[in-house]
C-alpha cells in the first residue's frame, strides 16, 4: 500500500477515534496517555509556527485547528464523565491540580483564572481579529497583485511558468486567510467551552460529593475543585498553546528566514541602538534599583561592541567579494548565448515616450499591451508572444517603433500632450492643427491640443490620446504579422489546450495523419487571410476528415475556410459592406486551366500580358467600390479562390477573397461588377 494512502487511512482512523471517545467511557490510564499525546501536540505546532517562513509554510493549519479543538472537546467529555463519576480522572490531572494549587484551592483556581482570561481576551481576540482583516485586505489586493504579475510578464522580468506559480500563490494566500478568518472561531469558543466545563465540574462535583456519596461539605469542595481546576489547566495550557501558534501564523508576514532569526535580525542590528538602550537604563538605575539595571546596561553595552565588530567584517567581507567578482568577471570569456535570442515583438521608444510606459508617471501603456494580447487571443485564437517594451536613444525623442523578430517593421512619431483627431467622414469644418498620418491606416490627422478636443468631438472628429495610437498601431502590425509569429510551440499549446476537452479529436489527427508543422501552416494560411483560429475544435476536425485525402496545406486549408464559412461570412460581410465584385467564368476557366501542380505544391503560370489586363480591370472595379465608402471583396468558385487571391494581392493589397461554399446562404450580397480578362 502506498504511503499517502496508508497517511490517509490513519488519519481517518483518528478521527474516528475521537468521535467514539466522545460517547465512550474511556479508562483513567488511557485519558493520562491521551492527555500528555495533547500537550506534546500542542506544543509541536507551536514549535513549527515559530520556524515557519510564511503563513503557507502551514497551509493546513486552520484544518488543523478544528482537529485539535474536537480533540481537546472529547477529552473533556471524557476527563468530566470520570470526574463526577468516579471522583478521579487520573494521575495527569491530580498531579497538574496538586502542582498549581500548592495546597491551596484559592491559588490554583486564580491561576486558572488568570490563565484563562490572558487566552480568551488577548490572544484569542487578537488573533480573532487580525485573522478578519488579514482575510479582507488579502482579497483587496488580489486584483492589484495580478496586474503587477501581468506587467512584470510583458516587462520580460518574469516567463509564463513563473507567472502561473505566482498566481497560485495569490489565490493560496486568500484561500488561507479566508479559511483561518473562520478557524479562528475554533480557539475563541473553545475557550469559553473551557470555562463552562470547569464550572459544571465544580458544581456537578460539589452536589454528587455531599447529595449522593454524603460526602463532608469541605472534602467535595476541596476534591472536586482541584479536579475541576487539574482538569482545566489541562485543557487550557495546549489551547494556550494553540492560540498563541494562530496568532504567530496570522501576524507572519513572508519573510526570507525563521522567526528566530527575523527577530535577532531586527531587533538587534544597529550598535548605536543598544547604546542609547544602554544609557536609559542607568538613567533609570538612579532612579529606581541599580543593581539590575546596570547590569542590564553591561549587557548592552557588550551587545553594541560586538555588533559594531560584525558590521564592520560583514563590511570588509562585502568589498572583497565585489572585488573578486569584478575579477572572475574580466578574466571569463564573454557569454554570448543571451545576444542569441530574438524577440518576437518589440516595441522601442525614444526617451520622449518614456512617461507613457513608466507606472509611476501616470502611464498606462503596460496595461494597454496586456489588453492587446487579451483582445488579439479573443479575436484572432492564437497566443500573442510576449511583447518586449525598450527606450532605445538612438531614435528620436518621439518616436517609435515595431520589430517582428529583429526586424523593423513599421514606426510612428508622436507628439505628447497633444491628441490625434481624425475626420471619420462627418466632420463639416476643418480643425486648426499640425497636419499629420495617422500610422496604422494611413489616413489623414491632425494634433491638436487639450483645449480644442471638446470643440473636435463636437465637430465629428475621432479623438485619440498617444497611448491609444501606439496601441491601435501595434495592434494591427500584429494582426497583419500574426502568421509569422504562430510557432510550433503556439500550435501544440493550442492542440493541448483542445486535447483537455476533446481528446478523440487529437489523437485521431497527430502525429497519426498530420504533424504539428502541418497544422501549423494550415494556421498560418488562415490568419494571414484574417481568418481566427480560435474554434480550433472545428478546424483539427476538418483536417481529420481530409488529411487522409490530401496532406498540402493550401488544399487543406481550403476545406477548413468551407467549415468555418458562417464566421468567415460575418467577419467580412456586414449589412453595410455587403458588395462584392465576381470573375467571369472564362476567366476562372482560365485559371484553372494554368495551375500547375508539383511535388512542392500548385501554383498559377499565367503569361505577363494576361496577368497585367487581369490585375488593371481588378483594380478599376475595386476603386468603384473604394468610391462608395466599402473595402472590395470578391467572390469566386471555391478552386479558383485561392490562386486569384494570391494574384490580386499584388494589385490591391489586403483585398478580401472568398469563394462561394465560404458564403452563409442566409446573408445576402450585392454584385457590384464582373472581373474579367
Known sequence: ?????????????????????????????????????????????????????????????????????????????????????????????????????????????????????????????????????????????????????????????????????RRRKIQREADFYGAMDGASKFVKNDSIVGILTTIVNIVGGFIIGVAMNHEAFGDALDKYTRLSIGDGLVSQIPSLLISISTGIIVTRAAADDELSNDLIKQLFYKPVI??????????????????????????????????????????????????????????????????????????????????????????????????????????????????????NIQLSPNQYVVKIKGVDIASGDLMLDHYMAMNPGIAENEIDGIPTVEPAFGLPAVWITEKQRDRAEMLGYTVVDTPSVIATHLTEVIKKHAHELLGRQDVQTLIENVKETYPAIVDELTPKLLSIGEIQKVLANLLMEGVSIRDMVTILETLADYAPITRESDMLTEYVRQALGRMITRTFITPDNNSVLTLDPELEQTIMNSVQKTEAGSYLALEPNVTNGILKNLAKQAEKILQLGKQPIIVSSPIVRLYFKRMAEQAVPGIVVLSYSELDPTIEVESLGIVGL
Not at 19 to 24: E, F, H, R, S, T
Not at 134 to 150: E, H, Y
Not at 316 to 328: D, G, L, M, T, V
Request: charged share 20%; glycine share 6%.
Open 274 to 391: 543598544m547604546y542609547i538602550a544602554a544609557g536609559g537604563c542607568v538613567i533609570m538605575g538612579f532612579m529606581l534599583d541599580p543593581l539590575p539595571f546596570i547590569l542590564l546596561a553591561i549587557v548592552l553595552v557588550f551587545v553594541g561592541i560586538k555588533l559594531k565588530g560584525d558590521e564592520s567584517k560583514l563590511i570588509k567581507q562585502e568589498e572583497q567579494q565585489f572585488e573578486e567578482e569584478e575579477i572572475q568577471e574580466i578574466r571569463k570569456p564573454e557569454n554570448v548565448i543571451s545576444l542569441l535570442q530574438v524577440d518576437p515583438i518589440e516595441l522601442e521608444f525614444g526617451y520622449g515616450v518614456i512617461p507613457l510606459a513608466d507606472v509611476n508617471q501616470g502611464g498606462d501603456l503596460l496595461d494597454r499591451v496586456v489588453m492587446i494580447r487579451r483582445q488579439l487571443a479573443i479575436e484572432l485564437g492564437m497566443i500573442v508572444p510576449i511583447i518586449r517594451l525598450r527606450d
Open 1 to 165: 500500500m502506498a504511503k499517502n494512502q496508508m497517511g490517509g487511512i490513519a488519519v481517518a482512523v483518528l478521527i474516528v477515534a475521537i468521535i467514539l471517545a466522545i460517547i465512550v467511557s474511556v479508562p483513567t490510564w488511557l485519558i493520562d496517555f491521551l492527555l500528555v499525546i495533547n500537550i506534546s501536540l500542542a506544543l509541536i505546532i507551536l514549535l513549527n509556527s515559530l520556524y515557519a517562513k510564511d503563513a503557507l509554510s502551514m497551509s493546513v493549519f486552520p484544518t488543523l485547528l478544528l482537529f485539535t479543538t474536537i480533540y481537546r472537546l472529547a477529552l473533556n467529555l471524557s476527563s468530566t464523565r470520570l470526574i463526577l463519576g468516579k471522583g478521579y480522572a487520573g494521575d495527569v490531572i491530580d498531579n497538574f491540580a496538586n502542582f498549581v494549587a500548592q495546597d491551596n484551592i484559592v491559588v490554583g483556581f486564580v491561576a486558572f483564572i488568570l490563565i484563562t482570561i490572558v487566552q480568551f481576551l488577548v490572544i484569542t481576540k487578537g488573533s480573532e481579529r487580525v485573522s478578519e482583516v488579514a482575510a479582507r485586505f488579502t482579497l483587496d489586493a488580489m486584483p492589484g497583485k495580478q496586474m503587477a504579475i501581468d506587467a512584470d510578464l510583458n516587462a520580460g522580468l518574469i516567463n509564463e511558468h513563473d507567472a502561473k506559480e
